[in-house]
């Protein structure tokens, strides 16, 4: 079946230590994106991509980094410089460079974060 | 800021009920869409409907948008024990022609259905 999958369900951050969660799909979609969760929140834009190596801020970029050298894979690495890193992260991708603006969004099931 | 923004922030019925959810928003949208979470995992998508669109149905679900009152409304027919879950509203700027990246979600509402 097709979908995306992320990895790990959960992760455990070290003080000053950067950790990258995965996000691979096989959906043949050109765009994928990296979302922040707090409890009781929304969700907030991190990073997205529209096409393989090229990638842009979202809106609460700082403090992570992205690649996307694969149409299939954007991992996403969490630096030690985010300080509030404890969080539920959800990636998710999109079809149709030519229209984007009327397809939904397709979710991984999250990565939960938390600092040791 | 966030554009979308529902109300009520959680809703309590009982099986066999219909549940209402509302969602307001401040510019002007291109496309409205509803999204689903079950504790712990990810959003499923639900219905869009464009800024052109009145009403759309899906199955138990009809979705309404009025852009006069910037607002939209999530109607769930005979609910079940199994719709419990957030269900969040998220909306694509008018004027945005590229990727569905400014796609801005609220806060969502927590729906319980007892059984």
């Known amino acids: 079946d097709g979908g995306i999958t992320q990895s790990p369900k959960y992760l455990f951050r070290k003080e000053g230590q950067n950790v990258t969660l995965s996000c691979e799909q096989n959906l043949n979609h050109d765009a994928m994106y990296w979302y922040r969760q707090d409890p009781g929140q929304g969700l907030r834009l991190i990073y997205y991509s529209q096409i393989v190596n090229d990638f842009q801020k979202g809106d609460i970029a700082e403090g992570y980094s992205v690649s996307r050298e694969k149409k299939e894979s954007f991992p996403l690495t969490v630096t030690s410089a985010q300080k509030n890193p404890t969080a539920f992260y959800l990636c998710a991708s999109s079809i149709d460079r030519q229209s984007y603006s009327n397809q939904p969004q397709h979710f991984g099931d999250g990565t939960r974060l938390s600092i040791l | 800021s966030q554009q979308g923004e529902e109300d009520p922030q959680a809703l309590s019925i009982q099986e066999g009920e219909n549940a209402t959810m509302n969602c307001s928003y401040k510019t002007s949208i291109n496309n409205l869409q509803w999204y689903r979470q079950n504790s712990g995992r990810g959003l499923v998508h639900l219905i869009l409907i464009r800024s052109n669109e009145r009403e759309k149905h899906s199955g138990r679900l009809r979705v309404t948008l009025d852009t006069s009152k910037k607002s939209s409304s999530l109607l769930i027919t005979a609910s079940r024990a199994a719709d419990t879950a957030s269900y969040f509203c998220?909306?694509?700027?008018?004027?945005?022609?590229?990727?569905?990246?400014?796609?801005?979600f609220g806060k969502g509402i927590t729906l319980s259905v007892r059984p």
């Open positions: 998220a909306t694509v700027p008018l004027l945005y022609t590229g990727a569905n990246s400014k796609l801005t």
